[in-house]
């Protein structure tokens, strides 16, 4: 099915079935749904999240629960900056951190916590960094329209998400020991969906029902795909300008 298609299908179905969570519509956007807690329980209960001290994430609400648990644990999570805007155009979010800036600003630790894996209030907590000062990332977590139990993924369509894994995979941030995992409805996996050379497959695709260990036969890849990117996008790119002179 051709990518578009299974996304409209997807959102569609998730919204017929009232399982579209705020925002709304569901439509343009990786869609938050019903049970995100539960999914973001369930990765939390497998040795993939134990071992994992940083994470990186993406900003989208269905994750929103995912990031509160990592903080919450102690966990480092990094999250990009929309589009990739700016020279340093990852967030990171640093537990300690976040409890000094608390502190300081006579907050509760736990309120502070949750308010930082926000998009909204991120900036009042995070240092941004560029992606050649990212540590190893032990687990990457992303958001998805659809994705299939063979590890197959779809997005929203604007490729930003795998851009940003070729980008740490170039600088070596992420590798093949990285777990990459998403949380997703049930109405969200299907059968009708294959990745292009760019994609990043899924090692887990988690669900508020279930974990899928993909065994994915689908390769990563190993950095950016300068062939894919139009001069005119890479300069619209602060870090891709760079990697490329």
Do not use: C
């Not at 063979?150 to 894994?165: I, P």
């Not at 409805?185 to 009708?192: A, F, K, Y």
């Not at 619209?236 to 002179?245: T, Y």
């Amino acid at each position: 099915m051709d990518k578009q298609d299974l996304r409209e299908r997807t959102w569609d179905a998730l919204e017929a079935a009232g399982e579209a969570r705020f925002p709304f519509p569901p439509h343009g956007r990786i869609p938050n749904f019903a049970g995100a807690d539960d999914a973001a329980d369930r990765l939390a209960s497998l040795p993939e999240w134990d071992d994992a001290d940083v994470l990186k994430a993406n900003p989208d609400a269905p994750q929103l629960p995912v990031r509160r648990r990592a903080l919450r644990e102690g966990k480092v999570v990094y999250m990009a900056q929309p589009r990739l805007r700016d020279e340093r155009p990852f967030m990171k979010l640093d537990p300690a951190a976040i409890r000094d800036a608390a502190a300081d600003r006579d907050v509760e630790p736990s309120a502070a916590l949750d308010d930082a894996a926000t998009v909204s209030k991120m900036d009042r907590y995070a240092d941004p960094v560029g992606p050649d000062e990212l540590p190893h990332v032990d687990l990457v977590v992303s958001g998805s329209v659809a994705v299939t139990e063979t590890g197959a993924r779809v997005g929203k369509g604007e490729g930003y998400s795998d851009l940003e894994y070729a980008v740490l995979r170039e600088l070596g941030a992420v590798d093949d020991e990285t777990t990459v995992a998403t949380t997703v409805h049930e109405l969200q996996v299907t059968d009708d969906a294959s990745p292009d050379a760019h994609d990043v497959p899924m090692d887990l695709v988690v669900t508020p029902e279930r974990v899928v260990r993909t065994d994915t036969a689908f390769e990563r890849p190993d950095g950016v795909d300068w062939t894919a990117l139009s001069d005119e996008r890479i300069d619209e790119i602060p870090v891709l300008a760079r990697l490329r002179d």
